[in-house]
C-alpha cells in the first residue's frame, strides 16, 4: 500500500480557516507523517512560508505544530521585545514572540496584547513552535503555505548558518529567508 | 539473582515507602521506653520488618531483602530478651528506616550502604543472658500448656514474674458468632491491667455453639481490677502459683499509657485514596453522564418552542455546574494527606543530625493532623529539611554553652502546624542563638548587598530579605557565625513555587522562628479578580486581607515610600498600574487591596473589581521562567486568560525595593 503524498493543498487545508481556531490534532503533521516525494529522491526539504511585512520567511515544516488564526493575546507585565504575550493554548501557557525584530525589519511591533490593542488584521497567524522549552508562537503578518525544495535549490550562507539565517531560496516570485525558530524567541 | 531494576515498580514503592515509615514512627515510640520496650509497640516493628522483607523479596528487591532481613532478625533478639535495645542500636534500626524509604525509591543510589548497614545490624552482639536460675521453672503451669508456649511468650512470662508481678490464668469462654470480636474487646480492656501474654484454646467446652479459651495474663493488678476488666463475662480467673513463696511487690508497672500513633498513610509518589470517595466520584461521573443524555435528549426536543428550549438548556447547565464544583471538591478532598509522615520524617531527621553535630536537640510537633495537598506535602520535604538543618547546626548551641548561657542543656525546636482558612501555617522555632542582624548587617555591606547609608537605616524586617538573598547565602563565611543564612535563597524559591512564603522572627540569645505560609491545594486557587488599566489580574484570596476604596491621598516616607493608614496602620501602597508600567486610565485607582504575608502588608491600588473566582492555575512554563510579580495563569471564560499575581514577590520588591537592595552578588 503506497501512501500517496498529501498535496499542498491538501496540508493548508488542515492548517487553514477552521471555524474553532483551537483545532487541534495538527500535531500529525510533522515531517514524519509528510511522506518524502519518491520521485526526488526523498530527501526533499519542505518548508512553511510566512510574511512579515514586504518580506517572505520560512521555517521548517516539521518544527511547526499548528496554526491560530491571531488573536488578542495576554500581556505580560514589564515583558522586553520579543516577547508579544501569552496565550493559553488548550492548558499550556504558550508564549508568544514578535520575529521582525531579530530579522531587523523596521516598524515598531503592533501591539498584540492586553485591551489596547487593535484587532489582529485578518490575514495574521500564530505559528505554534514545537522547541526544547516547550511550545512558543510566532506572530507573523500571513501565511503563505507549504513549499517543497531540494536541499541543492538553496543559497546556504558561507560558512554556515549566520545568526538565525539557515539559507534564502529564489523563485521567480523573489526571495524568501529560511530561518530557526529558536533563534527567533531569543 | 538478577541485577535490580532501577526503579522499582511504584506499587512496590509506595507501599514499602509506608510500611517502612509505620516502622520508623514506632521505633521512635520505642525509644520513650528504651530501658522496658513495651512488647506490643516491640512485636508490630517485628512484624513491620518482616512483612517489608516478604514485600522486597516479592518485588525481587534483594538488597532491601537482605536489609530488612537484618532488621527484623535483631528485632526478634529484642522481643525474646537475646538482645537489649540500647540507643545506639536504636540509632542502626532508625538508619535502616531511611535506607529502606532509598531503596523503594531509587536502590542503585544507596546498595553499599545497605550493604554495610546490614552488617552492621547482623553482628550486634547478643546481650549478656542473664545469669542464674530461670525464673519460668518455678511457675506452676500445667505440663500441656507450657509445652504449646512460644519463646516469645516464656520469655514475656520471665518478665513477669522479674518484675514481681503475678502469671494469671483465665478460661473465658465465647458465642461462636462472636468470638473473634469478643475476645478483641477483651484484648482492648485488659490492656490497662496488665499484658495478655498468650491466648490459648481451652479445654473443650461442654456446649457446642461456645469456644472456650485459656488466657494467661502478666498483671501487678489486684484480682477486682482484673475481674472488672473481665466485664462481668463469666470466668475463671486464678493466679498461677509460684514455688518458693515470693509475693508480688508494691512497686508494680502503673498501668501502660494508652498507644498512640495508628499505621496511618506514608507520603510516596502514589496516593491511596478511601474506596468511599472514589464510590463518591463514580457518582458523580453517573451524574454527569445522565445530564450529558439530558443535553442530547434537548437536541432533538423539536416540539419545544425556543423559549422552553431555552429554559432546559439552562436548567440543564445549572445541574451541571452544581455537580462539576461536587466533583471537584471531592478531587481535592482525595489529594488531601495529613502532615504526620513528613513530620515523622523530621522526627528521624532532628535525631540523625543532633548525633552528627553532637547536640542535644528534642523535636516536638504540633498539628500533625492537619491536612494539605499531597503535592505541598512532596514538595514540602526539602526545604522543610534545610529549615531543620540550619535549626540544628547553626541555631542550637552545644550544650555546654546552653548551661553557660542560662538555658537548659537541651535544645527545642518546634515544628507545628496550622490552618487558618484556606492557607497552613507551618512554623519551625528554634531557642538556639538566633540570627545577630548587626552582623547581617556588616556582611551584607561587606558583600555590596546594601549600601552603608541603607543598611544603616534598614530595620531588622528590611534585612529579612538580605538573609535570604542569594548574594548573603553563598558567603560561606557567614555560616559559622550566627548567621544563618545558609542555602535559605534555595528555601524561599521552592516556598515560592508553592505559592508560599517564607519569613522570619529572630533574636540574638532566643532563637528563630521560621514561618511558612501555604495555600491548602494547588490544584485550584480562589482569587479575587481585580482590573488594572483595562487589564485584569487574579489576586490569591488566601492573601487578600482587606479591601477598601481609595481616595488617592497618601504620605510619602523618606525615602518615597508611599503610606496610607488602615485601621490605625500605616501601610505603603503601590499602584499596580504603575509597578507594571501599564497606562494610566481616568478611572484609576479607586480600591485598595490590602495584601499580606506574616505580618508585612501592601496595598495594592486598582481601578474595579470582579469578584471571586476558583481559578485552576498553570505554571507559565520553563521558557518564561519567573516573571516577576506573577506565579501563573489561568482560563477565566472562553479564551481569556488572566495572570495570577505573586503576592510574595510584589511584597519583597516594594518592600525591598530595587532601592534597598543595590547589588546582587
Same mark, same amino acid.
Given at each position: ?31 514524519? @507523517? ?15 512560508? *510566512? ?38 493554548? $488548550? ?14 525589519? /523596521? ?17 495574521? $497567524? ?42 534564502? !531560496? %529564489? ?16 | ?21 509505620? !516502622? ?18 516491640? @512485636? ?7 512483612? =517489608? ?31 537489649? !535495645? ?13 535506607? *529502606? ?15 554495610? &548497614? ?12 542473664? +545469669? ?46 462472636? *468470638? ?19 491466648? #490459648? ?6 456446649? #457446642? ?110 445541574? =451541571? ?31 540523625? +543530625? ?25 514538595? &514540602? ?5 534545610? #529549615?531543620?538543618? @540550619? ?17 537548659? $542543656? ?8 496550622e490552618?487558618l482558612?484556606?492557607r497552613v501555617v507551618l512554623a519551625l ?31 531588622d524586617r528590611?534585612?529579612q530579605s538580605?538573609?535570604f538573598?542569594?548574594? *548573603? ?19 524561599k524559591?521552592?516556598i /515560592?513555587?508553592? %505559592?508560599g512564603v517564607i519569613d522570619v522572627e529572630s ?6 522562628t521560621f514561618r511558612v505560609t501555604l ?23 488566601s492573601s487578600?486581607l ?16 508611599? +503610606? ?5 496602620? @500605616?501601610i ?23 495584601v499580606g504575608v506574616a505580618e508585612r502588608r501592601l ?16 505554571? &507559565? ?26 503576592v510574595g514577590? #510584589?511584597l519583597d520588591?516594594?518592600l ?6 543595590? /547589588?546582587?552578588?
Open positions: 500500500m503506497s501512501a500517496v503524498p498529501p498535496t499542498v493543498e491538501a496540508i493548508l487545508a488542515r492548517f487553514r480557516y477552521r471555524p474553532d481556531e483551537e483545532s487541534g490534532g495538527l500535531a500529525e503533521l510533522s515531517t514524519a @507523517n509528510v511522506e518524502p516525494d519518491r520521485a526526488s529522491g526523498g530527501d526533499e526539504l519542505q518548508l512553511l512560508t *510566512f510574511g512579515l511585512g514586504k518580506g517572505e520567511y520560512a521555517v521548517g515544516l516539521g518544527t511547526v505544530t499548528e496554526i491560530l488564526r491571531a488573536r488578542t493575546l495576554t500581556e505580560i507585565p514589564r515583558a522586553r521585545p520579543p516577547l508579544l504575550g501569552v496565550l493559553n493554548l $488548550r492548558g499550556t501557557i504558550t508564549p508568544v514572540y514578535d520575529p521582525s525584530l531579530r530579522l531587523g525589519l /523596521a516598524g515598531p511591533a503592533q501591539p498584540c496584547a492586553g485591551p489596547d490593542c487593535p484587532r489582529p488584521a485578518r490575514a495574521a $497567524r500564530i505559528l505554534v513552535v514545537r522547541t526544547a522549552l516547550g511550545p512558543a508562537g510566532l506572530w507573523v503578518d500571513r501565511v503563505r503555505g507549504v513549499q517543497r525544495v531540494r536541499p541543492g535549490a538553496l543559497e546556504r550562507p558561507r560558512g554556515g548558518p549566520t545568526g538565525g539565517v539557515v539559507g534564502v !531560496l %529564489s523563485t521567480p516570485e523573489g526571495s524568501c529567508t529560511i530561518v530557526d525558530p529558536e533563534w527567533l524567541f531569543r | 539473582m538478577s541485577p535490580e531494576r532501577d526503579r522499582p515498580p511504584p506499587e512496590f514503592s509506595s507501599e514499602a515507602v509506608e510500611t517502612a515509615e509505620a !516502622l520508623g514512627r514506632n521505633l521512635l515510640l520505642l525509644e520513650r521506653t528504651a530501658a522496658d520496650p513495651d512488647p506490643e509497640v516491640l @512485636n508490630s516493628v517485628f512484624r513491620q520488618a518482616h512483612s =517489608l522483607k516478604g514485600l522486597a523479596a516479592t518485588f525481587g528487591q534483594q538488597r532491601m531483602t537482605e536489609l530488612a532481613h537484618a532488621a527484623e532478625d535483631l528485632l526478634d533478639r529484642f522481643r525474646l530478651g537475646k538482645a537489649r !535495645l540500647t540507643p545506639a542500636r536504636l540509632d542502626l534500626l532508625l538508619e535502616a528506616v531511611e535506607l *529502606f524509604q532509598r531503596l523503594a525509591e531509587e536502590p542503585s543510589s544507596v546498595v553499599d550502604e545497605a550493604r554495610v &548497614l546490614a552488617g552492621q545490624l547482623s553482628s550486634v552482639e547478643e546481650g549478656p543472658e542473664r +545469669m542464674g536460675e530461670d525464673p519460668l521453672e518455678r511457675l506452676e503451669l500445667a505440663p500441656e500448656t507450657r509445652r504449646v508456649l512460644t519463646e516469645f511468650e516464656e520469655h514475656r512470662l520471665r518478665e513477669t514474674l522479674r518484675r514481681g508481678e503475678l502469671v494469671w490464668s483465665a478460661r473465658v469462654e465465647y458465642p461462636l458468632e462472636t *468470638f473473634d470480636r469478643e475476645l478483641e474487646q477483651l484484648k482492648a480492656r485488659l490492656r490497662g491491667v496488665g499484658e495478655l501474654v498468650s491466648t #490459648l484454646p481451652g479445654p473443650a467446652a461442654d456446649r #457446642l455453639d461456645v469456644l472456650a479459651f485459656v488466657l494467661l495474663l502478666g498483671s501487678g493488678a489486684g484480682e477486682g481490677a482484673l475481674r472488672a476488666a473481665f466485664a462481668g463475662a463469666p470466668v475463671e480467673l486464678r493466679p498461677v502459683p509460684v514455688r518458693k513463696e515470693r509475693r508480688p511487690g508494691p512497686d508494680a508497672d502503673a498501668p501502660r499509657p494508652a498507644r498512640e500513633g495508628g499505621e496511618a498513610g506514608g507520603a510516596a509518589r502514589t496516593l491511596r485514596v478511601d474506596i468511599a470517595r472514589l464510590d463518591a466520584l463514580m457518582d458523580d461521573v453517573g451524574e454527569l453522564r445522565l445530564i450529558g443524555e439530558a443535553i442530547r435528549a434537548l437536541s432533538d426536543a423539536r416540539e419545544l418552542s425556543t423559549r422552553a428550549w431555552t429554559v432546559e438548556i439552562l436548567r440543564e447547565h445549572r445541574r =451541571l455546574v452544581r455537580r462539576l464544583d461536587i466533583l471537584q471538591d471531592r478531587l481535592l478532598q482525595a489529594r488531601m494527606v495529613p502532615l504526620r509522615p513528613l513530620f515523622d520524617r523530621m522526627q528521624r531527621l532532628v535525631r540523625r +543530625m543532633a548525633r552528627e553535630a553532637g547536640k542535644e536537640v528534642v523535636l516536638e510537633t504540633s498539628g500533625a493532623e492537619v491536612q494539605i495537598d499531597k503535592r505541598l506535602v512532596e514538595e &514540602l520535604s526539602d526545604p522543610l529539611v534545610h #529549615l531543620v538543618r @540550619n535549626a540544628i547546626d547553626h541555631g542550637i548551641e552545644p550544650a555546654g554553652l546552653r548551661e553557660g548561657r542560662g538555658k537548659p $542543656r537541651t535544645g527545642r525546636i518546634l515544628l507545628s502546624a490552618q482558612g484556606a522555632a528554634d531557642d538556639g542563638g538566633g540570627v545577630d542582624w548587626a552582623r547581617v548587617r556588616e556582611v551584607a555591606i561587606q558583600r555590596g548587598l546594601l549600601d552603608e547609608e541603607r543598611a544603616r537605616a534598614a530595620s528590611d534585612l538580605v538573609l538573598s542569594p548574594g *548573603f547565602s553563598t558567603a560561606s563565611a557567614v555560616s559559622p557565625m550566627s548567621g544563618r543564612g545558609v542555602g535559605l535563597d534555595v528555601v524559591t521552592n /515560592a513555587g508553592l %505559592s533574636r540574638v540569645g532566643e532563637g528563630s495555600p491548602v491545594t494547588l490544584a485550584t486557587v480562589r482569587g479575587l479578580l481585580v482590573g488594572v488599566s483595562g487589564r485584569v489580574y487574579a489576586v490569591p484570596l487578600v482587606d479591601i477598601l476604596s481609595h481616595d488617592g491621598r497618601h504620605g510619602v516616607t523618606e525615602d518615597g515610600r508611599r +503610606m496610607v493608614p488602615v485601621r490605625g496602620y @500605616n505603603p501602597v503601590v499602584s499596580l498600574a504603575e509597578t507594571f508600567g501599564l497606562p494610566r486610565r481616568a478611572e484609576a485607582g479607586v480600591y485598595l487591596v490590602v496595598g495594592l491600588v486598582v481601578d474595579a473589581l470582579h469578584g471571586q473566582r476558583d481559578l485552576v492555575t498553570q505554571a &507559565l512554563g520553563p521558557r518564561l521562567g519567573q516573571v516577576p510579580g506573577i506565579s501563573g495563569a489561568a482560563e477565566v471564560g472562553h479564551h481569556h486568560t488572566v495572570l495570577v499575581l505573586d514577590a #510584589l520588591e516594594v525591598r525595593g530595587p532601592p534597598l537592595l543595590v /547589588a546582587r552578588a
